[in-house]
């Protein structure tokens, strides 16, 4: 009797284990059985170095048989590895962008630097197959490479665009909805985003401050990660609502799930979201999403659910219909569902594979 052939081998290379990554990966690992995962990531720190670094970083690390196929994220400097790394040289690498550099905003204190998008365009030559989380990541990431080489004063061959745009695709990570508990408070609404200047936290306090001024009752679950101390429109969120923040922490997951499974309304404020996980998350879950007008939520959410981008007076005037009239009706969020997206995973890799 003949064996079962083995599963093949995948690498999974991962340089920047931030949450989102971090999730993405396990649920590869938990979903997609017909391989073998063999995992390599880095922690989520340290951004320019792990960026730059993680070839180096995975010196000696790496197994010395080559695998049957890489699937790495836009953070892994796919080329440089593959130059270190003779004997993977030849084998098929699947760049799969969560990001992309070319759109994301710059910080006030950040230094222009063009390093991070040439890692990110080398690899992606490097690759066989470039997967993208939003068409909007594909799109700046296109138009970034293009606005890029056009800067360039002579050397860049013809075709560079158009190689990229041909092996791309749009793959989003797909969304496992939480339970829904029935037991919703219509007044309750929920921020589950870093305060960071790229979710321009301002906005979202402005339009909170408007909403108590004008009398409108309301209560606010406070779940984004935020810093020690924290920053200054944390706190003037906190001064400004009082008791009227009913959560304000970093919860665990399961008491997190119970919170967004009773919120009535998620707003964004960001500038920079090419998927927005926790948005369509708790949009699965039953809130109502009040977004930007931009990034990647077009695609996602009908007009009614968006308001103009930076515009506190736009999203004040929506959350204060909202709670005073009633909520619009739940948006579907199947085409982003496990059972829609992991055939399309699973038939990727096996495609990959032959």
């Known amino acids: 009797m003949h064996e079962p052939a083995a599963a093949p081998v995948v690498w999974l290379l991962s340089a920047y284990r931030a949450e989102s990554h971090a999730a993405w990966a396990e649920w590869l690992q938990r979903r997609v059985t017909s391989v073998d995962w063999r995992v390599f990531e880095l922690p989520g720190r340290h951004f320019r170095w792990?960026?730059?670094?993680?070839?180096?970083?995975?010196?000696?690390?790496?197994?010395?048989?080559?695998?049957?196929?890489i699937v790495a994220t836009s953070m892994v400097d796919l080329a440089t590895l593959k130059g270190l790394n003779p004997r993977i040289a030849d084998v098929p690498a699947i760049y799969y962008f969560h990001e992309n550099q070319f759109a994301y905003p710059r910080g006030e204190r950040q230094v222009e630097c063009i390093e991070p998008q040439m890692v990110q365009l080398y690899g992606a030559l490097a690759a066989q197959r470039l997967l993208f989380n939003s068409a909007y990541n594909r799109d700046t990431f296109l138009d970034g490479v293009d606005a890029l080489l056009r800067k360039m004063p002579d050397g860049v061959p013809p075709g560079v665009l158009t190689a990229?745009?041909?092996?791309?695709?749009?793959?989003?990570?797909?969304?496992?909805?939480?339970?829904?508990?029935?037991?919703?408070?219509?007044r309750l609404l929920l921020w589950n985003h870093?305060?960071?200047?790229?979710?321009?936290?301002?906005v979202f306090v402005d339009a909170m401050q408007r909403l108590v001024s004008a009398g409108v009752a309301f209560r606010l679950a406070v779940l984004g990660a935020r810093s020690e101390p924290p920053q200054a429109e944390?706190?003037?969120?906190?001064?400004?609502?009082?008791?009227?923040?009913?959560?304000?922490?970093?919860?665990?997951?399961?008491?997190?799930?119970?919170?967004?499974?009773?919120?009535?309304i998620v707003v964004s404020t960001a500038?920079?979201?090419?998927?927005?996980?926790?948005?369509?998350?708790?949009?699965?879950?039953?809130?109502?999403?009040?977004?930007?007008?931009?990034?990647?939520?077009?695609?996602?959410?009908?007009a009614a659910y968006r308001y103009p981008t930076g515009d506190a007076v736009a999203l004040?005037?929506?959350?204060?219909?909202?709670?005073?009239?009633?909520l619009p009706p739940p948006v579907d969020m199947a085409a982003w569902s496990e059972s829609t997206l992991l055939p399309q995973w699973s038939g990727l890799l096996a495609d990959s594979l032959r």
């Open 164 to 186: 990229l745009a041909d092996k791309s695709t749009v793959l989003p990570v797909p969304l496992t909805a939480p339970p829904g508990t029935g037991a919703r408070d219509a």
């Open 271 to 302: 500038i920079h979201e090419f998927q927005g996980l926790a948005v369509m998350e708790a949009t699965a879950a039953g809130c109502r999403p009040l977004v930007p007008d931009a990034l990647c939520y077009p695609e996602q959410y009908p």
């Open 234 to 264: 944390l706190i003037r969120l906190r001064q400004v609502l009082g008791e009227r923040i009913v959560v304000d922490a970093m919860l665990p997951r399961d008491d997190y799930l119970r919170v967004v499974a009773g919120a009535a």
């Open 50 to 69: 792990r960026i730059r670094g993680n070839p180096l970083s995975w010196q000696g690390v790496l197994p010395a048989e080559p695998p049957a196929l």
């Open 194 to 202: 870093r305060w960071e200047y790229d979710k321009a936290p301002g």
């Open 316 to 326: 004040y005037e929506h959350l204060r219909g909202w709670l005073d009239v009633g």
